[in-house]
């Protein structure tokens, strides 16, 4: 959580870079906010990391774990599914 005054700080180096750079502040605002693409892939990754986790922790004897980790595969894919 940032104070007041290095709220106003940030504040102040964002009006200066608008003033001296628009072209980058715009890029580096543009950059700044993911695409849904990237958000996508983020959510395709975070299946995949899910799905390996339940394997290595069956693989382990974990079962209690690769139960866990194959919900949260199974939420993740329903969320998928529901945002399109």
């Given at each position: 959580?940032?104070?007041?005054r290095e709220?106003?700080?940030?504040?102040?180096?964002?009006?200066?870079?608008?003033?001296?750079?628009?072209?980058?502040?715009?890029?580096?605002?543009?950059?700044?906010?993911?695409?849904?693409?990237?958000?996508?892939?983020?959510?395709?990754?975070?299946?995949?990391?899910?799905?390996?986790?339940?394997?290595?922790?069956?693989l382990l004897?974990?079962?209690?774990?690769?139960?866990?980790?194959?919900?949260?595969?199974?939420?993740?894919?329903?969320?998928?599914?529901?945002?399109?």
């Amino acid at each position: 959580m940032l104070s007041d005054r290095e709220r106003e700080a940030l504040n102040e180096l964002e009006r200066q870079l608008k003033r001296e750079a628009p072209g980058l502040a715009r890029k580096l605002r543009k950059s700044a906010s993911p695409t849904p693409r990237s958000r996508s892939l983020l959510l395709d990754l975070t299946i995949g990391l899910s799905i390996l986790l339940a394997a290595v922790a069956i693989l382990l004897g974990l079962i209690a774990s690769a139960v866990g980790f194959g919900a949260l595969a199974a939420f993740l894919v329903l969320l998928r599914f529901l945002r399109r």
